[in-house]
């Protein structure tokens, strides 16, 4: 088994929570580009995004509609990060 190991020396993140609700149609562009879709999802709350995580969990969803969490990560004044995932 691998291990892990805490990091050091690295700023504390302050996260913004938010949540979205994902019919048909959305589930289907979010296979298609998820970074695309989730960084135009976001983009009237948040002005820049460095990278987009997205959890299997959401991609491989064949519900007709899903909740999904989305944490907006800020470290410093260059990280900006959406973290999503299933409820």
Do not use: C, W, Y
Not at 15 to 30: I, S
Not at 47 to 63: C, E, F, P, R, Y
Not at 67 to 74: D, E, G, N, R, T
Request: aromatic residues 6%; charged residues 25%; without cysteine.
């Amino acid at each position: 088994m691998g291990n892990i190991s805490r990091r050091h020396g690295v700023d504390a993140a302050a996260f913004e929570v938010f949540e979205a609700q994902l019919d048909g149609e959305d589930l289907e562009a979010v296979r298609s580009d998820p970074e695309k879709f989730f960084r135009e999802l976001v983009a009237p709350e948040i002005d820049q995004v460095n990278s987009v995580i997205v959890g299997t969990k959401v991609l491989n969803d064949n519900a007709g509609q899903i909740s999904v969490s989305i944490f907006h990560q800020i470290a410093g004044s260059h990280v900006s990060r959406i973290i999503i995932d299933q409820e």
